[in-house]
């Protein structure tokens, strides 16, 4: 079995209550969920919730790649495209994760497990 096709662990130990979906939903806005995603990982009774915790990280890291790319790219017309649709796709996740989904993206999620952050 694929590593991708491992659900995580948490899911199956924990509820994911209304209160999770909604803080998960914050951390993946654009442009200003990655302060959100900050305070959820800073704030007490949310650090502590894996569900919270799994969409908050992997939040900070697409956001600071996205800064990343939109720094790099942002001079050329095709690159502004570019990066303000991959900063609109980050409301596909924040639907999927509403919805109490668990989302693994390429890359970003085994880069956050193996360094031990989720």
Do not use: H
Not at 13 to 21: P, S, V
Not at 62 to 87: D, E, K, Q, R
């Amino acid at each position: 079995m694929a590593e991708e096709d491992v659900a995580p662990v948490e899911e199956a130990t924990e509820e994911i209550t209304q209160e999770d979906k909604l803080w998960a939903l914050l951390s993946w806005l654009p442009w200003v969920g990655w302060i959100l995603a900050i305070i959820a990982l800073l704030i007490e009774p949310q650090k502590t919730r894996p569900f919270i915790r799994y969409n908050a990280v992997q939040a900070l890291a697409v956001n600071i790649v996205l800064g990343v790319l939109s720094a790099i790219l942002s001079p050329t017309c095709v690159g502004s495209i570019l990066v303000l649709i991959l900063w609109l796709v980050t409301i596909y996740w924040c639907i999927k994760s509403y919805g109490g989904e668990w989302i693994t993206i390429p890359f970003i999620t085994n880069f956050c497990k193996n360094q031990g952050w989720i």
